[in-house]
Every structure is written in structure tokens, then in C-alpha cells.
């Protein structure tokens, strides 16, 4: 078995009760979108799949101790790559893409591959996709909150007293300001059009809660 379709057995296998957004569904879509960008912006096509399917394999870590799940990842994938018999000098590739690809820690990407990497993540919190896993988060952010005390600190409109307001400020901050931050023309261009979708989707939701909605005659 090739170490690709290993470490995606491995991966399935530690998100498989994962309760928030980061489980093996956005593990597949951030290694597609990586694919898709790799097309227009080159880099190294297995680098970028092995980073993809470990980037966030630390995250069942975080819920339970808190810390970051993008060092836990890197910590963890480079134990199981060593252990897969990977190279050193991928293996440090790899890890390099994995440490630096969230979003809240604003760290610069040493490589294309890395580049990619965040794009392809952060591509992954706009559009339809993007508001439903915000809203899944919230709502496993707030239930780990109640049950094992966990509190996210990068993530504290998730708490707010009225789910609206949480989400709104959500948007402001996070969705609405990756496009400036991407590194690629692709992911650029994707954006764009996620970002339009966002936009009518805010707007709406602010009319409906507005309490002054005009019926048209």
C-alpha cells in the first residue's frame, strides 16, 4: 500500500468520532481542492496530499487539552511518517506545510506546497460549505463547552449569548478576510465567487432578523 492511501486509512481512522467541522469530510475536500490548485500553481503533488490528509489530525487533541491542533498535527504526522518509512527530507516538508496552515496563527508558508495548503483550507470556510461548517462548529464549540469545559480561544463568537451575533461576527472576521489573505491566483479566482454567495447570505439573514420585513404587495 502506497503511503498516500496509508496515511489516508490512518487519518479516517483518528477523525472517525470527530464531533466538530475538521473531520474526514473536510479532510477530503481540503486534499481536492490542493489537487484542483496544484493544476494552475504546481509544487509537489504528494507533499501536498500528505499535508492535506494530516493537516488536522491533531485536532481531537485540542478538544481535549486545549494547545494547537496545527503543532499537534505536525507533531503526530512526522511520528507516522517515520513510522510509514518516509524519508527525512519529506517528512520535514510535510510537517513544514502542516504547521504553518491555520488561519488564526497568520504564520507565512515557507513553500508552494505550504502556500497551497492554506489556501486550500481556508478555501474550505467560504461559500455554502463554509457557512455550514461555521454553524456545525458553533454548535460543537458550545456543547464541548458545556460538557468537558473546553473553550476555544481563537473562536469566541462561538459563545456569544445570541448565535446570531456570534455568526456575524464570525463572518466579519474570519470569511471575509481570507480573500486578502491567499497566496495563489487560483484560490484568488475561487474566493471570489464563494464570497459573492456569503455576501446575499449575511444580508438575508440580517433582513429576517431585523423585525421590520416588507411584504411585497
Known amino acids: 500500500m502506497d503511503l498516500i492511501n496509508k496515511a489516508r486509512i490512518y487519518v479516517s481512522e483518528v477523525l472517525r468520532d470527530e464531533p466538530s467541522t475538521h473531520d474526514m469530510s473536510h479532510i477530503d475536500r481540503v486534499e481536492a481542492m490542493c489537487i484542483n490548485i496544484h493544476k494552475h500553481e504546481g ?3 504528494e507533499v501536498l496530499q500528505l499535508a492535506a490528509l494530516l ?3 491533531g485536532i481531537v487533541k485540542e478538544h481535549n487539552e486545549g494547545g494547537d491542533h496545527a503543532e499537534y498535527s505536525a507533531g503526530i504526522a512526522r511520528e507516522f511518517l517515520s513510522m510509514a518509512g518516509a524519508d527525512d527530507g519529506l517528512i520535514e516538508h510535510v510537517t513544514s506545510c502542516i504547521r ?12 508552494i506546497e505550504a502556500q497551497i495548503l492554506q489556501d486550500a483550507d481556508r478555501i474550505d470556510a467560504l461559500g455554502a460549505i463554509g ?5 456545525v462548529s458553533m454548535g460543537a464549540l458550545r456543547s464541548l463547552k458545556q460538557t468537558i469545559g473546553t ?6 463568537n462561538a459563545y456569544a449569548s ?9 463572518m466579519v472576521n474570519k470569511p471575509f478576510r481570507i480573500r486578502d489573505r491567499l497566496n495563489t491566483d487560483a484560490a484568488r479566482k475561487i474566493a471570489d465567487e464563494r464570497l459573492e454567495l456569503m455576501h446575499v447570505y449575511l444580508e438575508a439573514l440580517k433582513m429576517e432578523t431585523s423585525g421590520d420585513y416588507n411584504i411585497s404587495q
Open 131 to 135: 457557512i455550514f461548517r461555521s454553524l
Open 100 to 111: 504553518t496552515h491555520r488561519f488564526s496563527r497568520g504564520l507565512e508558508a515557507g513553500s
Open 43 to 45: 509544487g509537489d503533488i
Open 162 to 170: 445570541d448565535p446570531i451575533d456570534g455568526f456575524s461576527d464570525y
Open 55 to 57: 493537516h488536522d489530525v
Open 151 to 156: 473553550v476555544k480561544e481563537t473562536s469566541m
